[in-house]
């Protein structure tokens, strides 16, 4: 991970957006600044539901048009949501 990557989405996830564990938190675009977005959210203990015009960003498994994810799951398999 890219550490200015890193520090922009954790910025706007927990500093900017006051993220807390239990919240829910939504993320439009999993590139790499909103899957890194993503991810930090579930660390901190969040439900998160994230969107994506793509049904596979860059290539990537599981397909991510739009999916769930919480602390309690596997950070490899999230629930398909939509398609």
């Known amino acids: 991970m890219a550490t200015d990557a890193g520090i922009t989405s954790y910025h706007a996830m927990v500093t900017v957006g006051g993220l807390k564990k239990g919240m829910r938190v939504g993320?439009?675009?999993?590139?790499?600044?909103?899957?890194i977005g993503?991810?930090?959210?579930?660390?901190?203990?969040?439900?998160?539901?994230?969107?994506?015009?793509?049904?596979?960003?860059?290539g990537s498994s599981p397909p991510?048009?739009?999916?769930?994810a919480s602390p309690s799951q596997s950070p490899s398999?999230?629930?398909?949501?939509c398609r």
């Open 77 to 81: 398999s999230p629930t398909r949501i």
């Open 38 to 58: 993503a991810r930090v959210a579930v660390l901190k203990g969040a439900e998160v539901y994230a969107a994506d015009i793509s049904p596979r960003p860059h």
């Open 64 to 68: 991510r048009s739009g999916w769930r």
């Open 27 to 35: 993320v439009i675009g999993l590139g790499g600044l909103g899957y």
